[in-house]
């Protein structure tokens, strides 16, 4: 069997209820974009496609020891923007701030670890974003998504990695766990 899959860090509950109080505030401005639901929000760090289970085994087995050398890492959140641009948005998206060098870091080692091992990556720049909405019908300008530039100063802790499996239906894809990778915690 292929599975869709791909590496994503998973958001704490505190920072999914900052990101979905956003979403409420702009879902009456924006609404022909589908909202991404609460338990579908995550920050990808390498979409990989369609994999088998022997795949998967694989990736699972050569990411465990790698990202248990990393430490969880801190951010805060950013800004509202928009794919390819404010004017023709397709894809709504939250940034972060905070400890994006060691999210690259993160992104740049498993990249090295999944291209040993014949995956496929994605060799455009990696932005570290949440993605909040996709465009579903046509849509006005989105430059008011200047009003929510700052959307809040408080810091969080990112502290897992999961490699979810994917599976797309008409209401929207649905997402599972394959394996969880705990980072190392030393913020205190």
Not at 11 to 29: A, D, G, N, S
Not at 30 to 43: D, I, M, P, Q, T
Not at 161 to 181: A, E, K
Request: glycine fraction near 4%; hydrophobic fraction near 40%; aromatic fraction near 10%.
């Amino acid at each position: 069997m292929v599975l869709r899959s791909f590496l994503a860090f998973v958001l704490p509950e505190e920072l999914l209820k900052v990101i979905v109080e956003t979403q409420e505030k702009l879902r009456h401005v924006y609404s022909g974009f589908r909202w991404v639901a609460k338990e579908n929000l995550h920050l990808t760090i390498h979409f990989l496609g369609n994999q088998t289970e022997e795949q998967l085994k694989e990736i699972a087995k050569q990411c465990i020891p790698m990202l248990a050398n990393f430490r969880a890492v801190q951010v805060v959140p950013g800004k509202i923007g928009a794919f390819p641009n404010r004017y023709e948005a397709r894809v709504l998206w939250f940034s972060l701030r905070g400890e994006i060098e060691e999210i690259r870091r993160i992104h740049n080692h498993t990249g090295t670890v999944l291209q040993n091992i014949g995956c496929q990556i994605e060799e455009r720049p990696f932005f570290p974003h949440i993605t909040i909405a996709r465009k579903r019908a046509a849509e006005r300008d989105t430059s008011e998504l200047r009003e929510y530039e700052h959307v809040e100063n408080s810091s969080f802790l990112l502290k897992e990695i999961n490699l979810y499996t994917s599976r797309l239906t008409p209401d929207g894809p649905i997402y599972s766990v394959y394996c969880n990778f705990p980072l190392k915690n030393n913020h205190n």
